[in-house]
């Protein structure tokens, strides 16, 4: 177990830039707030995102990460989970990139049932292009 982390040493030294009021704040504090009791150490954590708001986390985060394409990131992380099981790997992603175009990889991962947390950030809509109902 990693010694003594605390929450600013999960915060990376990125301006986080979204929209003032929206909840991805609220869920970055909170992540980076439970992180230090998880207690793996941060060169082994691993955050990967697919497209949208939710998808600028891993800039956010002082550990690992991976920004990939429109609904890739659980097949992404499979593959990481796979050949690293030594890594707590973590896909951070949203309604419309998880639950649309990447619904298909997100099914897949959660039938192969392999150790990865996924973090969906569900606000019913596709926050970029201001509005448009989300699936």
Known sequence: ???DLLARDFK???EVRWCPGCGDYAILAAVQGFM???GVARENIVFISGIGCSSR???YMNTYG???IHGRAPAIATGLAVTRPDLSVWVVTGDGDALSIGGNHLIHAL???VNLKIL???NRIYGLTKGQYSP
């Open 111 to 113: 039938r192969r049932n």
């Open 12 to 14: 990376s030294d990125q």
């Open 36 to 38: 230090p009791e998880v």
């Open 66 to 68: 991976m920004h990939s």
């Open 120 to 122: 969906l950030f569900n």
């Open 1 to 3: 177990m990693p010694a």
């Open 57 to 59: 986390f891993p800039y």
